[in-house]
């Protein structure tokens, strides 16, 4: 896979000078050569991008590229093409949003890996071609305040001392799967495991300073899916270690919360900090780590990004009522959350996902922040009872579902 998207990266690249007509037909014959790697999130954005015409802008098209790679987890291809892009592209191009779009992305990946030279670079580079531009300026100079105050973190790395990790689930009181960890050697605590999350993993602000938290100068509001109208601060953190049994995070950005405490634990650790061991097998009662990856079994894809641009989930195709969707696994949920199209639903439907068709009875939680054309919800912990374990191999975008034996239907009512 990486092979044809290189090859499909290299090729925009040597093209973006030519004509637009000859980039959309281009365009064209690559991603119907590669339709078996495209996701179901992704159909409707490559139907507006390959539809035929005049006026079309391969500037645009391009950025439709960038997030298949970024959906697939090639960031450092994406991030080649934007590099690119933002050299050659016009200050006209580059000012309908696209220089944010593009600068936003960077910034996002270099703080999950702790590039504060490359932040850096970025607040030097607005400063040489944007200082007509408002919005990146007031970027750039936060940017360079960062910058200056991380510039001696390090990168981070992760250290194993045992080839296969498992980790007992523990439950909560209202049932979140856990596991515990030391932050910076200190007494072991409870984290939940919550893949729903696409941010690193967070930390309430009442435990960081025994901890030892570093804290630097970056502030975001945020909300949670569940909780969208409740609005709280988080502060960008750096712990020196977080260790889950064989498992050590060196040098980890974590967002400290000031949201009003209401679990029983320390913190979450989301999607972006468990995509960075590469492997791991869900199942209800466990969460295992293996290195080397094992083999992959099947042909079974899915993607790490929902459209977002920095964050990671995983986001798992499936069918509802015989229609292409997708759902969001969500560990940190005890239920299904589905787009609000299906609020008015007077009768169950049928979810299949991995070989398993499913029943869903009417009148499920759904949330209408998503928008209508939204076709992704959240699917929490009973995906993990019905199969036997998922396994995510996070390095090629890939998964395979072991399921029960003799089982291939579970009905759910709520």
Aim: glycine letters at 6%.
């Amino acid at each position: 896979m990486r092979i044809i998207i290189l090859s499909f990266i290299l090729a925009i690249v040597a093209t973006l000078t030519a004509t637009a007509q000859d980039i959309n037909a281009w365009l064209q014959e690559q991603l119907n050569a590669s339709a078996d790697l495209r996701h179901v999130d992704y159909d409707e954005m490559y139907e507006k991008a390959l539809q035929k015409g005049k006026g079309v802008d391969p500037l645009i098209r391009s950025l439709v590229v960038i997030d298949y790679c970024r959906a697939y987890g090639l960031d450092s291809l994406a991030i080649e093409m934007a590099d690119f892009l933002l050299e050659k592209a016009s200050n006209e191009q580059m000012e309908r949003g696209i220089a944010a779009y593009l600068l936003d992305m960077k910034y996002r990946l270099a703080l999950l890996q702790n590039r504060y030279d490359e932040i850096q670079w970025m607040a030097s580079y607005i400063n040489r071609r944007w200082r007509s531009n408002q919005k990146l300026m007031d970027w750039a100079g936060r940017w360079h305040r960062l910058a200056e105050e991380g510039k001696d973190v390090a990168p981070v790395r992760i250290v194993r001392s045992k080839d296969i990790v498992s980790l007992p689930f523990d439950r909560d009181s209202v049932g979140h799967v856990c596991v515990y960890g030391n932050v910076n050697k200190t007494e072991k605590q409870r984290f939940i495991i919550d893949t729903g999350m696409m941010s690193s993993t967070i930390l309430f602000r009442k435990y960081v300073q025994k901890m030892g938290v570093r804290l630097l100068p970056v502030s975001i509001r945020a909300s949670s899916a569940t909780h969208p109208d409740v609005v709280y601060s988080m502060q960008l953190g750096i712990i020196d270690s977080l260790r889950i049994d064989g498992i050590k995070f060196c040098n980890l950005p974590v967002w400290v919360s000031d949201e009003a405490e209401e679990y029983d634990c320390v913190g979450f650790i989301g999607s972006p900090d468990l995509v960075r061991l590469e492997y791991m097998e869900l199942s209800r009662d466990s969460l295992v780590f293996r290195y080397p990856l094992p083999k992959k079994k099947g042909e079974a894809n899915f993607t790490m990004n929902p459209g977002a641009r920095g964050e990671r989930c995983i986001c798992l195709p499936c069918t509802i009522d015989g229609h292409k969707s997708s759902l969001v696994l969500d560990t940190g949920s005890n239920s299904f959350l589905l787009p609000q199209q299906y609020a008015e639903r007077t009768t169950g439907f049928f979810v299949e996902v991995g070989g398993m068709k499913m029943w869903l009875e009417a009148g499920m939680e759904t949330h209408g922040f998503v928008p209508h054309t939204d076709s992704r919800g959240f699917w929490g912990q009973p995906l993990l009872w019905s199969f036997e374990r998922l396994c995510f191999n996070f390095r090629d975008a890939h998964v395979d579902y072991v399921k029960k034996k003799d089982v291939e239907y579970t009905e759910y009512t709520y």
